[in-house]
């Protein structure tokens, strides 16, 4: 049973456009939420996360949106550049149990030069 | 001050022989995470375990697969009697345990076991 959801297998975006990646979660228990960022043959790293107490949460060229009513939330990349091609990962923990992380199936971001 | 250390990074076995991963967490890190990665699919979380003790193992398959943290040593990954299905890359994460609510977790690059 797939508890989140990132629909979008891959993404191509033009160098300085924006790019938004979209998962969708079905366990209302989720309180916390985060992406993850992995390059081939490497694991992966921590990119940004939010609170379910809020509904944005921004670092740098990274925004993270979160709508609870809509078990939704997607990451804005402005403006992308080609080393930020990579396999972008949504996961989420539970408030009764917060070192528990499901992932999503990832989505590929292709930004071009 | 190095990150986290899995080896081997890629592992061959035969059906049926023994696959012992490991995981050495960053320094000053109590906690380990062991997560697998089918083709295609995202992380899946296997196991979690503080120094001498298996927290959560909720997503342990429960035959053939056994973890442990030693107080000594690595984090070690187990999987008896291997078959084709096991194929995967296995990653291991850890953190420091704040015990304040969410720990970030930092990954290791992860081992690639290939079944043949």
């Known amino acids: 049973d797939q508890q989140v959801k990132q629909n979008s297998p891959s993404l191509s975006v033009q160098e300085g456009r924006i790019s938004i990646l979209n998962c969708d979660y079905t366990?209302?228990?989720?309180?916390?939420f985060l992406w993850y960022k992995k390059y081939p043959a490497e694991g992966p790293t921590f990119l940004i996360s939010i609170s379910s107490i809020k509904d944005k949460n921004e670092d740098g060229r990274f925004t993270v949106f979160l709508n609870k009513s809509a078990k939704h939330l997607s990451l804005h990349i402005v403006p992308s550049q080609p080393g930020d091609s990579a396999v972008y990962f949504c996961a989420a923990s539970a408030r009764n149990n917060f070192n528990k992380f499901y992932f999503g199936s990832g989505t590929k971001l292709n930004v071009k030069p | 001050n190095a990150g986290v250390m899995q080896n081997p990074r890629h592992l061959v076995r035969r059906r049926g022989q023994e696959a012992r991963l490991r995981c050495s967490p960053m320094?000053?890190?109590?906690?380990v995470y062991w997560y697998r990665q089918l083709p295609e699919e995202g992380l899946k979380f296997m196991v979690y375990l503080q120094k001498e003790n298996i927290i959560d193992e909720s997503g342990m398959p429960k035959e053939r697969f056994s973890a442990e943290f030693p107080k000594e040593g690595p984090s070690i990954l187990r999987i008896q009697q291997v078959v084709r299905g096991d194929s995967a890359a296995y990653f291991c994460a850890s953190s420091p345990g704040t015990g304040k609510g969410w720990d970030e977790q930092f990954f290791g690059p992860g081992t690639r076991l290939t079944v043949l």
């Open positions: 320094k000053g890190h109590s906690h």
């Open positions: 366990n209302s228990m989720f309180d916390y």
